[in-house]
Antibody, heavy 120, light 108 residues
Framework: QVQLQESGPGLVKPSETLSLTCTVSGASISGYYWNWIRQSPGKRLEWIGYIRYNGTADYNPSLKSRVTISVDMSKNQFSLKLSAVTAADTAVYYC??????????????WGQGSLVTVSA | DIQMTQSPSTLSASVGDRVTITCRAS??????LAWYQQKPGKPPKLLIY???SLQSGVPSRFSGSGSGTEFTLTISNLQPDDFATYHC??????????FGGGTKVEIK
């Protein structure tokens, strides 16, 4: 059974860097696209970006200048860094696996979510 | 960006009802649409992909239809477990992948 679990600080100061890690169990990192998605209070889900086992990554253009997603195959983990955070980055952050292949890009497995609050 | 608009934002219904949620795209997304169910404090759960394909394990009372810019999610014979928020997501345009604003199905 595929499981994803986010971990990281729940409180980040403004202007600092948010860092989260997603640990994958029940599936190998290789062969899939691994994603970060966030949900700010009262707002819609927002796709942040993805990474593949080989380090290929891509990001939502609205966040691209501040986001880095990396992968550690030895630990079956991938990570998110979001720099220069503001209160607008307060959200529940989910890691998720891409389902489908080819032109299909939906999310079939999700972590439970990690609430990150940006506050001094 | 392709904007996804869901209606209604909230829907009141009773157990046993047939419920329809609409998702409209700002540009044609062919049939590249997925639906998710989300309960409070939980992550979204994939229900339907490619407009009408049911994810494994999802009850057959859920169905999806549409193409181009207008799509619907129908729940026939609404069950107590179905009271939740539903989100649509387009994947026709990757930059970026976008979601609808959600439709909350609440108990009448």
């Amino acid at each position: 059974q595929v499981q994803l679990q986010e971990s990281g600080p729940g409180l980040v100061k403004p202007s600092e860097t948010l860092s989260l890690t997603c640990t994958v169990s029940g599936a190998s990192i290789s062969g899939y696209y691994w994603n970060w998605i966030r949900q700010s209070p009262g707002k819609r889900l927002e796709w942040i970006g993805y990474i593949r086992y080989n380090g290929t990554a891509d990001y939502n253009p609205s966040l691209k200048s501040r986001v880095t997603i990396s992968v550690d195959m030895s630990k079956n983990q991938f990570s998110l860094k979001l720099s220069a955070v503001t209160a607008a980055d307060t959200a529940v952050y989910y890691c998720a696996r891409r389902g489908g292949t080819g032109g299909a890009y939906y999310f079939d497995y999700w972590g439970q979510g990690s609430l990150v609050t940006v506050s001094a | 960006d392709i904007q996804m608009t869901q209606s209604p934002s909230t829907l009141s219904a009773s157990v046993g009802d047939r419920v329809t949620i609409t998702c409209r795209a700002s540009h044609s997304i062919l049939t590249y649409l997925a639906w998710y169910q989300q309960k409070p404090g939980k992550p979204p759960k994939l229900l339907i992909y490619r407009t009408s394909s049911l994810q494994s394990g999802v009850p057959s009372r859920f169905s999806g239809s549409g193409s181009g810019t207008e799509f619907t999610l129908t729940i026939s014979n609404l069950q107590p477990d179905d009271f939740a928020t539903y989100h649509c997501q387009q994947y026709a345009s990757f930059y970026p992948l976008t979601f609808g604003g959600g439709t909350k199905v609440e108990i009448k």
